[in-house]
C-alpha cells in the first residue's frame, strides 16, 4: 500500500512513518522544509521517498498524492498564546493548508485522507483553526468520494517531541526535571489530561485508516484522567528529581480546571481491542530520552 504523509517528518507525522514502514508500506513525506539526506538520516536510507512541495501550490500537491492510497495530514502550526500574534498564519497553515490537501486528495483520486483534530475546549487561535478544518474534513467527506477519519488527539507524549517553542507538557517538565528545577505547573494544577504515546496515536490513525467507514470524529486518548500535578510528579520520580512543583497562573487561552478525558467507547468500537503502551515506563522511557539527547546542554552524563 501506498501512504503519503504531509508533515511525516513532525513528531507525530513521523511517528506514522514509523508504523507504515513497519507494515512493509511504501512511503512518501511531503514537507516543503527537509531535503532527502534529512529524510534518510531519520528513517533508513532509501526507506521513504521525499517529496518537496510548497503546500500552497495545489497542482504540486495533487501530483504528489497522485497514486497514493492513503493520506495522512499532519502538517499545520501548533500553539496556544503562541499563535495568537500570527493568527492570519495560524489560518493559512491549519485551515487553508487542511483544505488545499482535502481537494488535492480528491483531485488526485485518493480514497481516503486522515485528519489529527484536538478536544475542542479552549477558546484560543490553535482550537479555532483546528474546528474549522475538522469542519471543512466532514464537509468534503460528506460531498464527495473520499473518506477522511477524524481523530482527535488528547496530550501526545513520547521520545523525539520538540522541547520549544510551543511549549508541551511532557518535554518542558523533562527538561525542568533534569535541571533539577522545580516544575512549572498552571493553575492549581488539579486540571486534567489524558496522556497518550505517540507511538499509540500513530497506530490508531493506521488502524482508523484501515478499519472503520465512520464519518464521526473519535477521541484519541486512554480515556485515564490524571491531573497536571500528577503527571509532574511522576515525572520528578522518573527523573529522580527532589525539587517538586511551583505554581503560576494559567495562561491565556486556557481554562483552569478543565477536565480533559478521552471517551474511548466510540473508539474502542471502531478500532477493536487496541493495547495501548504502559504509561509509567514509557514515560520513564521519554525522560531518559531528553536526557540523552540534551546532555551537553544540560550538564549530565550521556
Do not use: C
Amino acid at each position: 500500500m501506498k501512504a503519503v504523509i504531509v508533515g511525516g517528518m513532525g513528531f507525530l507525522g513521523g511517528a506514522v512513518v514509523n508504523v507504515l514502514l513497519s507494515r512493509g508500506d511504501e512511503v512518501v513525506v511531503v514537507d516543503p522544509h527537509t531535503s532527502q539526506a534529512l529524510v534518510d538520516e531519520r528513517f533508513g536510507a532509501g526507506a521513504v521517498r521525499l517529496a518537496v512541495v510548497d503546500m500552497g501550490d495545489g497542482a504540486a500537491l495533487t501530483a504528489a498524492l497522485r497514486g497514493a492510497d492513503e493520506v495522512y495530514h499532519f502538517g499545520g502550526r501548533l500553539g496556544t498564546t503562541e499563535l495568537d500574534s500570527d493568527v492570519i498564519a495560524a489560518i493559512e497553515a491549519n485551515v487553508v493548508g487542511a483544505v488545499t490537501v482535502f481537494e488535492s486528495a480528491i483531485a488526485a483520486g485518493v480514497p481516503a485522507v486522515f485528519y489529527p483534530s484536538k478536544p475542542n475546549v479552549w477558546l484560543n487561535t490553535y482550537t479555532i483553526t483546528k474546528v474549522a478544518a475538522e469542519e471543512f474534513a466532514r464537509l468534503f467527506a460528506a460531498s464527495h468520494a473520499i473518506r477522511i477519519p477524524i481523530l482527535r488527539l488528547f496530550n501526545a507524549y513520547g521520545p523525539g517531541q520538540a522541547t520549544g517553542p510551543v511549549r508541551k507538557i511532557i518535554p518542558s517538565f523533562a527538561m525542568e526535571a533534569l535541571r533539577g528545577r522545580p516544575l512549572t505547573v498552571y493553575g492549581d494544577g488539579e486540571q486534567t489530561v489524558d496522556m497518550i504515546h505517540a507511538e499509540d496515536a500513530a497506530r490508531l490513525a493506521v488502524a482508523l485508516m484501515r478499519g472503520t467507514s465512520s464519518a464521526t470524529p473519535l477521541d484519541g486518548g486512554r480515556g485515564i484522567p490524571l491531573t497536571v500535578n500528577e503527571v509532574a510528579e511522576a515525572v520528578n520520580r522518573v527523573a529522580g528529581n527532589t525539587a517538586g512543583i511551583r505554581h503560576v497562573p494559567m495562561r491565556k487561552g486556557e481554562t483552569p480546571n478543565t477536565k480533559l478525558v478521552a471517551n474511548i467507547g466510540p473508539l474502542r468500537d471502531a478500532v477493536g481491542d487496541f493495547q495501548f503502551v504502559p504509561w509509567e515506563s514509557t514515560l520513564a522511557d521519554t525522560v531518559e530520552w531528553y536526557r540523552r539527547r540534551y546532555a551537553s546542554e544540560l550538564g549530565v552524563p550521556r
